[in-house]
């Protein structure tokens, strides 16, 4: 029987937990630190030790014997939690930190995909704010993007309007804290593309990959894409034939391979998840271009990929447990695939000035077709209250995006899940409803 380790606190390692929990080979889960959700979850327990506490989490999985360990946010894969807990011979989901540089160096990431063909925007790498100045002198501004280094939690990226607004950025990414200090160490300046944005996510043993659906994301805090940025506003899986055509599926599944590959032949594995962010470049023909890898699951998408994978049949604790023991040759990808969809409800401020301390209610009743992943929340004598941003995320499922969705939007509001000025976006799965 395993006892399982998920680092990480959001609503993606809710759902993480939630199917190590469902899981009969699990006997116990903990979650470092998770949420008052998590704590709540069957076999679970929460334990008050941070994502990239290194000591703090080796000691805990000696202590607790605990049998293999899944990985959740970028932070704990860049700061080399996998590497520390490897050593001491235990499987773990999620790479080490060299194949992580996938994700914590853009500059990395670009000089990879070059070594190996993979299709990149065409793109720049500057060490310095003069020579970045250099690079953008005699281009028109709406032309490229400008990216920092390293991690920035999301906001390391910016599409320029004009001139000066790309020098000051520029500026600011080289010498200050605006991007996490993610731009001290170098600057990414790279061909801007125009088409459809899609996530595909393999699970990797190191050699082989298991494809997940494929997803869209809502970053935009509003509806019709308005507003600042977030970490993820909603999601849906997986993303239809309208959208992706067979023929960009193929080749989006031949980039996925040939990274893995590449990654091996370079003398570091990469086991765990890798999400690849690509556009279908209208300036290629729509043929799929990577903007960025993740080494990690997404958050909101590990909402919808991991609960429709269950919901079409693939034991997916067994699936993530079997590729951190390095072996996933003998799953298939299931005939046909659930669809679902996730609304991100968030409290009133997000993302600057988030509220706290509201009461959540209707999370005590069950909706058809729906599971509620909670991350920003926590308990206030024995009621559970908003913590933070992203609070929940109502999962609806369906044969359909639109039965997932209308299951989703049905388990919120006065008569299921609400709080005092909660946010969500009422258009999530737009891009598949529409067509
Ligand atoms: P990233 O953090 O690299 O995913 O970038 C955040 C967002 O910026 C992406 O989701 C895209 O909308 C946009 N973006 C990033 N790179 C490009 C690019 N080369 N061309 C156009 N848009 C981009
Ligand atoms: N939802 C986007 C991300 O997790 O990076």
Same mark, same amino acid.
């Given at each position: 029987m395993e006892i399982v380790l998920v680092i990480g606190s959001g609503g993606r390692e809710y759902e993480l937990a939630r199917q190590m929990a469902l899981s009969k080979k699990v006997k116990k889960v903990y979650i470092a630190p998770g949420n008052a959700g998590t704590a709540k979850l069957p076999k679970s327990e929460n334990v008050p030790i941070g994502p990239v506490a290194i000591d703090e989490l080796t000691a805990f999985v000696k202590d607790a014997a605990i049998s293999a360990v899944i990985i959740g946010p970028d932070a704990s894969v860049a700061a080399g939690v996998g590497d520390a807990i490897r050593e001491l011979r235990v499987p773990v989901f999620g790479p080490n930190q060299a194949p992580g540089r996938l994700e914590s160096s853009k500059a990395y990431a670009a000089d990879f995909m070059s070594r190996h063909s993979i299709p990149q925007p065409e793109h720049w790498t500057a060490s310095t704010l003069q020579e970045a100045l250099e690079i953008i002198k005699d281009k028109n501004p709406t032309s490229y993007v400008l990216k920092a280094d390293g991690l920035a939690a999301g906001k390391g990226v910016v599409l320029p309007d004009t001139g000066s607004e790309a020098q000051e950025v520029l500026a600011a990414m080289f010498s200050s804290d605006a991007f996490d200090g993610a731009g001290k160490t170098g600057v990414v300046i790279q061909e801007r593309l125009h088409g459809p944005e899609v996530s595909a996510f393999a699970v990797s043993d190191g050699t082989n990959i298991f494809m997940l659906p494929f997803a869209q994301d809502h970053?935009?805090?509003? /509806?019709? /894409?308005?507003g600042p940025n977030t970490g993820g506003m909603g999601a849906y899986c997986p993303v239809p034939a309208s959208i992706i055509s067979y023929r960009q599926a193929v080749k989006i599944q031949a980039i996925a391979q040939k990274t893995i590959a590449g990654i091996k032949t370079e003398g570091t594995p990469y086991k765990g998840v890798l999400y690849i962010g690509l556009m279908l470049a209208k300036e290629r023909g729509g043929d799929p271009v990577v903007i960025e890898y993740n080494a990690r699951f997404g958050d909101p998408e590990a909402q919808v990929l991991l609960t429709s994978m269950q919901k079409s049949g693939v034991d997916v604790a067994d699936l993530l447990l079997s590729a951190a023991r390095e072996d996933i040759s003998h799953f298939a990808v299931p005939p046909s695939i659930t669809t679902a969809v996730t609304v991100a409800v968030a409290t009133s401020g997000y993302p600057d000035n988030p509220r706290k301390g509201d009461e959540i209610f209707g999370l005590d009743k069950q909706y058809p077709d729906v599971i509620v992943q909670q991350a920003g929340t926590a308990m206030d004598g024995d009621k559970i209250v908003t913590s933070g941003g992203r609070v929940l995320y109502v999962t609806g499922t369906g044969d359909s995006v639109l039965a997932a969705s209308k299951a989703a939007y049905g388990a919120l509001g006065r008569q299921g899940i609400h709080f005092k000025d909660m946010h969500y976006r009422t258009d999530i799965a737009w891009q598949a409803l529409e067509r």
């Open positions: 970053k935009r805090l509003n /509806d019709h /894409d308005q």
